[in-house]
């Protein structure tokens, strides 16, 4: 297997762990009945925007399972165009609204943003969730790119003339 399949294999399921990891704090917090992430405890007064938490954090968590099976189509994209596309528009909506959530969990914890929440009162699981989101976004901006690479060069290749 050349080497940029394998890293292309690994980052994409790299990606899937990260989903599946966020998809198991998110039922994790449901069962606690909490809002926020794990380190990441919500303001007081988002609780008041929300009728029922474990039912949005169980939402939450059915998002973060898709974002799993898209992160593993990444590994071999379909070929049909119809599924192809959505995989990798989904896949880089995803990216942002990781990166999005990582970069303002972080500002939280350095403090940059006091509107989004009080510093983190447990460091290291904090630490560990951007850690997580960062790894997760990271791997699946890679799997991503890989994949765009690859159905192009495929594409390029079925349109071509065949040269025997």
């Not at 198991?24 to 925007?49: F, I, N, Q, T, W």
């Not at 990271?138 to 790119?145: C, S």
Request: hydrophobic share 50%; proline share 7%; aromatic share 6%.
């Amino acid at each position: 297997m050349p080497r940029s399949s394998t890293k292309h294999m690994a980052a994409a399921f790299t990606a899937c762990l990260g989903a599946v990891a966020y998809t198991v704090s998110k039922v994790h917090l449901a069962r606690e009945g909490e809002l926020g992430m794990p380190g990441y405890p919500a303001p007081a007064d988002a609780y008041s925007g929300v009728a029922d938490v474990e039912t949005a954090q169980l939402g939450n968590a059915a998002l973060g399972l898709l974002m799993a099976v898209v992160a593993l189509l990444l590994v071999r994209l379909p070929r049909t165009p119809l599924l192809r596309w959505p995989v990798l528009v989904v896949s880089w909506a995803g990216i942002a609204m990781v990166g999005a959530g990582v970069l303002g969990f972080g500002a939280r914890a350095a403090g940059l943003a006091p509107s989004l929440g009080a510093t983190p009162p447990h460091v290291p699981t904090a630490l560990a969730a951007l850690l997580v989101g960062t790894v997760w976004a990271t791997a699946w901006t890679a799997a991503t790119v890989s994949a765009t690479r690859n159905s192009r060069r495929d594409r390029a290749r079925s349109l071509s003339p065949n040269q025997t």
